[in-house]
């Protein structure tokens, strides 16, 4: 179940509508839409603690694998390590859209490239980056 869909769930299962949910969490109905549409996640890791307070859920039960990356290379790479994540990700789920592999085989797959991309970014880091610029 991808996070527009637990959103859907949760949302109907209390009987809201999205307009609701985004006053109370605090962002436009728009936003929240795209949230439950799947073109749209939040972007700071407040908005997902917002909507699991206001659901009652774990915040970890909001996201899947690829939502974590995402995030997570936000928080180390600024907006332009979110937004090559988040194409690395949408331009690896049309590589399975055959369905040749199946679930676990996929998730593998993903796992691999994700540490494949820490590793690079790391690796470019200490390449291109001057030394009075580097983390100690």
Known sequence: MNFGEKLLQLRTTKHLTQSEVAKAIGITPRSYID???GTR???????YEALAKF????????YTENEQ???NAGQKYGYRG????NVLVNELAGLF???ELSDEDKTEVMMDI???YWFCKEDNKTKYTPK???DA
């Open 55 to 62: 659901f009652d859920v774990d915040v970890n039960y909001l």
């Open 41 to 47: 996640y939040p972007r700071t890791r407040d908005k």
């Open 114 to 116: 994700q540490r494949a």
């Open 82 to 85: 979110r937004q090559q994540a």
């Open 132 to 134: 009075k610029y580097r």
């Open 97 to 99: 859209a055959g369905g």
């Open 35 to 37: 949230y439950e549409r």
């Open 69 to 71: 990356f995402i995030d």
